[in-house]
């Protein structure tokens, strides 16, 4: 079964609205943390927010933000006033249980943002 | 921006032959990680590190082998390569492994995209 996964493989967004990328998660352990990464055209891989699973509060940085749902195991990211910056891959990835190396990776999804 | 340099960017090369790609980062950070992504497969993890001199296995190990003689290099080596290690390789770094609400997030290098012909 899959760990993480993201659903949307493509998404075409009108600049200045609002973005929800999905990511679902599955674990048993009760202490994980949940990633996003940006991926632009030009290839690196860029950390945007964590969640950690004991957080009270959603995380956010600026234009992201983290919609943690925890019973329904999804941590969607909300990105708000798209840009056309904002063009890229997604991944979302999560880490099961503390100090543990292995990080699972979702398959991405590739945002497109209209201008 | 982390330190982190990866070379070769680009590569091509031919089956059989050997092939070793570097890692060099000037973070200090204990842990580095060797991944490669391909289509449809996100990121998997090929091998880390966790201390000079201290490696282990990922998931994508096989025909590949690590050494880390110093903290900021992190060597990955293909000692005969096939068209199926045709991908892109990310090296990456972290100050931990994260714990609770301290993410040990991972920071990662440029990408090398390696061709096996």
């Known amino acids: 079964a899959q760990k993480i996964t993201q659903t949307q493989p493509g998404m075409f967004v009108q600049e200045k609205e609002a973005v929800t990328l999905d990511c679902t998660y599955d674990?048993?352990?009760?202490?994980?943390?949940l990633f996003w990464y940006k991926q632009p055209s030009s290839g690196e891989m860029i950390f945007l927010i964590y969640?950690?699973?004991?957080d009270q509060q959603n995380a956010t940085e600026g234009r992201y933000s983290l919609n943690f749902q925890k019973a329904r195991k999804s941590a969607n990211l909300v990105i708000s006033a798209s840009q056309l910056g904002d063009s890229a891959m997604y991944f979302c990835?999560?880490?099961?249980?503390?100090?543990?190396?292995?990080?699972?990776w979702g398959a991405g999804t590739k945002l497109i943002i209209k201008p | 921006d982390a330190g982190i340099t990866q070379s070769p960017r680009h590569k091509v090369t031919e089956t059989g032959t050997p092939v070793t790609l570097r890692c060099h980062q000037t973070?200090?950070?204990?842990?580095m990680y060797w991944y490669r992504q391909d289509p449809g497969h996100g990121l998997r993890l090929i091998h880390y590190?966790?201390?000079?001199?201290?490696?282990d296995k990922g998931e994508v190990s096989d025909g590949y082998s690590v050494s880390r003689s110093k903290t900021e290099d992190f060597l990955l080596t293909l000692e005969s390569a096939t068209s199926s290690q045709t991908s892109v390789y990310f090296c990456?770094?972290?100050?931990?492994?994260?714990?609770?609400?301290?993410?040990?997030?991972?920071?990662f290098g440029e990408g090398s995209r390696l061709t096996v012909l």
């Open positions: 674990t048993s352990d009760p202490s994980y943390g």
């Open positions: 973070e200090n950070h204990r842990y």
């Open positions: 590190s966790y201390g000079v001199k201290d490696t």
């Open positions: 990835a999560m880490r099961e249980g503390d100090s543990n190396y292995q990080l699972i």
């Open positions: 990456a770094i972290s100050e931990s492994l994260g714990q609770g609400a301290y993410a040990g997030e991972l920071f």
């Open positions: 969640q950690g699973s004991y």
